[in-house]
């Protein structure tokens, strides 16, 4: 059964498509089932905020971390202060609304909860690193007031509203227009923004800095690859069902997307490290943002652009390696595995 609405000019005679309009409501028969597994998959990934020890990262701030470092991590925890927020308006504003299957529902539902915790997690950083109220008021307001946050807030906000009018997708253009929204925070803000913080945080521990950071971000970083897993499948899937929304006009449009996303994070960088922080550079992290767009564009099978390698030997395989062994450690209150669509080689 689906909702009244539920089809327009694709008859009602035949299978619905992940996009038709209106609320499929059962469960049986199923289907996109590796959705509903990517939903039991993410459950197995449970972890709380409680669970991660800020007791260390203190001291390192006080008296390990120079002033260029110190400027690193809070224009960064600045940009967390509210870049998980941004995703999870996204998420309920256009995508739950859009994606009409009851199976990717619930992930997107888990999903939001993931989100939640991040947000915690973030606001609990903040709390621990920036004690005194005044300065954490002004790492909440950083997306108004430091440039380059706000550049990359802009960018967000942009493909948030391109669709926030959209009440049904019953035409070629708002079907593309809603899949370019969620290319968009699956490949460049999820993809490449978050990925770049990633970088900043495993940087800092390959120095043997902010372990406790680094160890809530082994988790935020596996929530938000399957999240990146989920959102590139629903693509595929509509690819599969509708190939003819699918041309080199789409392609170019997510080559500008990522090529204006890249810019946006090169400015960040440029800010982030200002101070000269030694063993990092814009160029490299330039050259990392290539490298992790090129990971975007296979993951949506469209050739790569870039051609760029990875810069940065502190985010090669063994990282991943400490990741899953992170997780096998945990104790067994908390079952933890990822199947499907996740490639930590990918990631990186």
Known sequence: MSGTSSLTSHSSSLTPRLL?????????????PAFYEMYKNAIKNTWTVDEVDFSLDTTDLRSKMSAADRHLIHRLVAFFATGDTIVSNNLVLNL??????????????????????????????????????AER??????????????????FCFKWIDSIQQLDRLDTREQRRQFLLNLICFAACIEGLFFFA?????????????????????NWVFRDESCHMAFAFDVVRTVRAEEPELFDDAMRMQIE??????????????????SG????????????????????????????????????????????????TNFFERRV????????????FDMAF
């Not at 009409?100 to 950083?125: D, K």
């Not at 008021?137 to 802009?154: D, M, Q, V």
């Not at 990633?198 to 120095?207: D, H």
């Not at 500008?256 to 490290?273: K, P, R, S």
């Open 137 to 154: 008021s002004k790492a909440f307001a950083a997306i108004e007031n430091i440039l380059s946050i706000r550049a990359k807030g802009a």
């Open 197 to 217: 913080a990633f970088a900043y945080v495993y940087f800092l521990r390959s120095r043997g800095l902010l372990h406790g950071l680094a160890s809530g971000t």
């Open 20 to 32: 038709d309009p209106g609320f499929e409501l059962t469960l049986r028969p199923m289907r996109y």
């Open 96 to 133: 739950y609304r859009h994606i009409n299957a009851p199976e990717a529902r619930m992930y997107l539902s888990r999903q939001l909860y993931e989100e939640a915790l991040h947000v915690q997690f973030y606001l609990t950083l903040l709390d621990t690193y920036i004690p005194d109220p």
């Open 256 to 273: 500008q997307m990522l090529e204006e996303a890249i810019a946006c994070e090169t400015q960040f960088a440029e800010d982030v490290l």
């Open 276 to 323: 000269g922080v030694a063993g990092l550079s814009v160029k490299d992290m330039r050259q990392y943002l290539e490298y992790c767009a090129d990971q975007r564009l296979a993951q949506l099978d469209l050739p790569k652009k870039y051609g760029a390698g990875n810069p940065f030997d502190f985010m090669d395989l063994q990282d991943v390696q400490e990741v």
């Open 332 to 343: 067994s209150a908390y079952q933890v595995g990822v199947s499907g669509e996740v490639a």
